[in-house]
C-alpha cells in the first residue's frame, strides 16, 4: 500500500513522516530523486537521491518515474524502482501535490493526506524557525503554500499539524486503521480461519 503525504514546505511532513517511521514496523521511506543541492544535514540515500539534471532528465526519458514535478525550480520524482522496494509492505511518500495527483492517477492502492499547518503566520514561522532556507526561498515557499493549500479537496484525510504530538497520533491511527481493512488482511487471517476449520474436522 501507499501512503503519500503533501502539503505545503514547512507544514510538518517530514517532521510526521520521521514519527511514524519509528513507531510504525513495516512501512518504509520512498526516497526521491531531487536536482537541488543537498543540504548540510542530508544524508545521499536517506533524504534523496541527488541527482544531476542531465541524469534526471535521461530517467524520464526512459520512463523511470511513477511521478515527478517542478518544485521551487528543482526536479523532483518517485522512482518506480522505489516503489517496488515496499512490494511486500508499506510505503509512504512525502511529496508535492502534482506529485500527488500523478499517483491518484496511475495507482489503484494509495490513501492521500494533506498536511495543513495551522495557519498562513505559523507557516512562515516554521519556515523561518527551521533555518534551512534564505529569506527569497522563503518567500517562494510561502507564495507557492497559498497555491498548494487549494489542492486540500483531493485527498482522502486532511492532519491539522498544530500539537505534534496530535498530529503523529493521527497520521500513525490512519495507518494503523487502514491496514484493517478486509483486503490487506486476508492473508494474515487465513491462518486463523484454517485452525477453526481443523477443530470442526476433529469433532466429527
Ligand atoms: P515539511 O517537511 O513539510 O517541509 P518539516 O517537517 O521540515 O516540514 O517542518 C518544518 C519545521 O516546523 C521544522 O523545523 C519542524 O521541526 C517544525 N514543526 C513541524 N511540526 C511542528 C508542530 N506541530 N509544531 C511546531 N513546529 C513544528
Ligand atoms: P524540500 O526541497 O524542502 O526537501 O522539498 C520541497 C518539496 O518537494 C516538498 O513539498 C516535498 O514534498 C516535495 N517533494 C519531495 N520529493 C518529491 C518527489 O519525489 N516528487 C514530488 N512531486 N515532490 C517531491
Known amino acids: 500500500m501507499i501512503y503519500v503525504v503533501s502539503g505545503p514546505s514547512g507544514g510538518g511532513k517530514s517532521t510526521l513522516i520521521r514519527r511514524v517511521l519509528g513507531s510504525l514496523p513495516g512501512l518504509c521511506f520512498s526516497v526521491s530523486h531531487t536536482t537541488r543541492r543537498k543540504r548540510e544535514s542530508e544524508v545521499e540515500g536517506r533524504d534523496y537521491y541527488f541527482t544531476s539534471e542531465e541524469m534526471f532528465r535521461k530517467m524520464l526519458r526512459r520512463g523511470e518515474f511513477l511521478e515527478h ?14 516503489i517496488r522496494k515496499a512490494a511486500q509492505g508499506d510505503i509512504i511518500l512525502d511529496i508535492d501535490v502534482q506529485g500527488a495527483r500523478q499517483v491518484r492517477e496511475k495507482v489503484k492502492r494509495a490513501l492521500f493526506i494533506f498536511v495543513l499547518p495551522p495557519s498562513y503566520q505559523k507557516l512562515k514561522s516554521r519556515l523561518e524557525r527551521r533555518g534551512l532556507d534564505s529569506p527569497a526561498e522563503i518567500r517562494r515557499r510561502l507564495d507557492r503554500a497559498r497555491q498548494e493549500i487549494r489542492s486540500y479537496s ?51
Do not use: M, W
Open 69 to 82: 514535478a517542478v518544485v521551487h525550480g528543482h526536479f523532483y520524482g518517485t522512482s518506480t524502482r522505489e
Open 154 to 204: 483531493r485527498f482522502d484525510y486532511i492532519i491539522v499539524n498544530d500539537d505534534l504530538e496530535e498530529a503523529g497520533r493521527e497520521l500513525e491511527s490512519i495507518i494503523r486503521c487502514n491496514r484493517r481493512q478486509l483486503v490487506y488482511c486476508r492473508k494474515e487471517i487465513a491462518p486463523i480461519l484454517e485452525s477453526f476449520r481443523k477443530k470442526r474436522a476433529k469433532r466429527r
